[in-house]
């Protein structure tokens, strides 16, 4: 970093220096050594996004009064979009891209404009503006294909997979990353080949397939270290390191994370670098490392408060809350969680204010102020709902889909009724050959329409033939828009089981408290009971919602899974309803603590029902049991 700072202070004093030899009349020699400069700051994105912004700032404030400045002033936008699009001001970001894209478009410069409309999709996919985001790829990709650039069109598809992927559409989405497989692989181009292996790890690790995963990832971290590309080698690396944390191998994280540190130094790439250290701090929590932990934590928010990354300042004081807690510190974890989730709010990210009102939630819960605690619970609810429930979008997919197949099916009826319009009029026609031949055309006249009548009915018949294919591609459309219909209701459906499974935890985790407060409620003087009861049954509001939500849960556990319950009793006769249920639970990947709350028994009573669970299925120690019934 201090070498690329001090580069840029180098050619600002070159700048200077350029106008102190009297070169200021010349204006082409100040926009060259302005788009020198412009160059550098864009090179700069990454690793130093603030002297990247600042530089773009100072060089767009000397080229302003510049006539034909526009395509050095549009770099310039472009460079500043792309910097606030790493420190994730995303809001900021948009009208930066907007007014870099208007620029390009005045200059006439297509390339440019279709980059543009490409780090805008960017910008929308990383708000989690989805459908925006694949509008802005179509744009650019249309842009390309005029161009002819393969290259673009490449980038885009690659986006546009990143983008499925991010929606659930794993199937389409690995589909856009392998057909541009072997275009790469084709031309050589190892860094795109990189993008590919790093996308279809991504896709493999969300099914669960962790072996073949870190084998792509393994590839593009091979094909990084052979072309000498030290900043794809980092990516990889962290990458790697992402992926045997989130599948709790912690030595394999450890290692890989550690690898990547020294290359983040050594490219100056803060950015990186405290990512990675971000993730070697959680290691160490979950390994009980908490001294180990705290070290790595705090040179990552140190680093992240130098770039100015507000986003990662909060992702970072969340795990230095978690450290406090886990010691035992509840207050100063509280701290903590509080100036992480101002900085959510900041930046209007949802789901990171979602995760800090949860840790605060908990924190005031072992502080015995349930309070304060019911009030995060609610908020990190409230939240989680608006996170997750994608009820009205669905509704809007569904309507679309069955329009769609409205269309499709009014198409259909109306090629029908030209069918059999065209039948009525080729009958005529006969009718009137026969007449005409009836009364007296020559026998030639009757030979020449009787060979129009043939040529006539091949063509009749290959239009039939023509029309049935189209009415039957229509029908095979309208089926698959129906079991997409189907597929959608399903996912929708787990996802609401999931979430109810998860806030009935939360309930009965808050209503176990309020029990144990009701029993001290005994050993206090009666002069303090009213107050105290008048706080119990404000929180009692909650357990008058659990025996509905219960009932909602297990309807809804019914109704997605009565096939997976079918399977188990025909496979296993001998298991029991309470076995059913849990198996259920496992399926949906929720934890032991969890599942616990549902089933209001204690963690070791989950645990041993899994072990009788296991032992009923035959299972084998080594194998997965959540694995195992997903498979069913």
């Not at 005045?106 to 279709?114: E, L, R």
């Not at 989730?341 to 900041?346: G, P, R, S, V």
């Not at 679309?400 to 009525?424: D, F, G, R, T």
């Not at 041993?608 to 694995?627: A, D, F, G, H, P």
Request: net charge neutral; aromatic share 8%; with cysteine.
């Amino acid at each position: 970093m201090l070498r690329q700072t001090l580069m840029k202070i180098l050619l600002l004093l070159a700048f200077a220096g350029c106008e102190k030899a009297q070169l200021s009349d010349s204006d082409q020699k100040r926009l060259t050594l302005a788009d020198s400069l412009a160059q550098v700051a864009w090179s700069l994105r990454r690793a130093d996004p603030a002297a990247s912004d600042s530089l773009s700032l100072l060089i767009n404030s000397e080229v302003d009064s510049i006539t034909g400045s526009e395509a050095v002033k549009a770099q310039l936008y472009k460079n500043r979009a792309a910097t606030q699009w790493i420190r994730g001001n995303f809001e900021s970001a948009m009208p930066l891209a907007d007014s870099s894209l208007g620029l390009f478009l005045k200059v006439n410069d297509s390339t440019q404009a279709g980059n543009l409309y490409n780090l805008k999709g960017l910008i929308s996919w990383n708000a989690a503006q989805y459908e925006q985001a694949l509008l802005f790829y179509g744009q650019a990709e249309r842009i390309f294909q005029v161009l002819g650039d393969t290259d673009g069109i490449m980038k885009v598809w690659n986006n546009t997979g990143i983008i499925l992927y991010q929606t659930g559409d794993f199937a389409k989405a690995m589909e856009y990353f392998v057909k541009t497989l072997p275009y790469n692989e084709a031309k050589g181009a190892s860094q795109a080949l990189i993008d590919n292996y790093t996308n279809m790890a991504i896709i493999l690790e969300v099914q669960k397939d962790i072996p073949k995963a870190s084998s792509y990832k393994r590839k593009a971290l091979n094909l990084s270290k052979e072309i000498n590309d030290p900043r794809s080698e980092l990516q990889a690396l962290a990458n790697l390191g992402t992926l045997f944390f989130n599948a709790s191998t912690y030595d394999s994280a450890r290692y890989y994370n550690l690898l990547a540190v020294p290359l983040a130094e050594q490219l100056g790439d803060a950015y990186s670098g405290s990512f990675v250290l971000n993730n070697l701090a959680e290691c160490a929590i979950a390994e009980g490392q908490l001294k180990e932990a705290e070290k790595y934590v705090l040179r990552a928010l140190e680093m992240r408060r130098a770039i100015g990354d507000p986003l990662g300042q909060s992702i970072s004081l969340r795990v230095y809350g978690i450290i406090q807690e886990n010691r035992g510190q509840s207050e100063k974890a509280i701290t903590a969680y509080k100036n992480a989730l101002k900085l959510a709010e900041d930046i209007h990210s949802r789901e990171q204010e979602m995760n800090c009102h949860e840790q605060m939630a908990d924190a005031y819960k072992k502080l015995k102020k349930i309070d304060q605690a019911f009030f995060h619970l609610e908020h990190y609810r409230s939240l989680k709902d608006s996170l997750f429930s994608e009820k009205q979008n669905e509704k809007i997919r569904e309507l679309e889909i069955k329009y769609q197949s409205s269309k499709n099916e009014a198409k259909v009826l109306e090629q029908q009724l030209e069918i059999q319009e065209y039948e009525l009029n080729q009958e005529a026609q006969r009718r009137n050959i026969l007449v005409m031949g009836a009364v007296g055309i020559s026998f030639i006249l009757l030979l020449g329409s009787l060979y129009l009548g043939s040529r006539k009915k091949r063509a009749h018949e290959q239009l039939l033939s023509r029309k049935e294919h189209e009415m039957l591609a229509l029908k095979l459309h309208n089926e698959a828009l129906q079991k997409e219909q189907l597929q959608q209701e399903v996912a929708y459906k787990n996802k609401e089981i999931t979430t109810l499974a998860l806030m009935m935890a939360s309930k009965r985790a808050v209503i176990e408290e309020l029990e144990e407060q009701v029993k001290l409620l005994k050993s206090q003087p009666v002069d303090e009971w009213p107050g105290r009861v008048a706080s119990l049954l404000r929180e009692l509001k909650i357990k008058r919602t659990m025996e509905k939500e219960m009932e909602e849960f297990d309807h809804y556990v019914h109704q997605v899974c009565e096939g997976f319950f079918e399977r188990l009793q025909q496979l296993y006769p001998g298991i029991t309803p309470t076995e059913k249920r849990l198996a259920a639970l496992l399926r949906m990947e929720l934890s032991s603590k969890e599942i616990a709350s549902i089933m209001n028994i204690s963690p070791k009573s989950v645990d041993m029902s899994r072990y009788r669970l296991r032992k009923k299925m035959q299972i084998e120690t080594e194998e997965n049991l959540v694995s195992s019934l997903s498979r069913l």
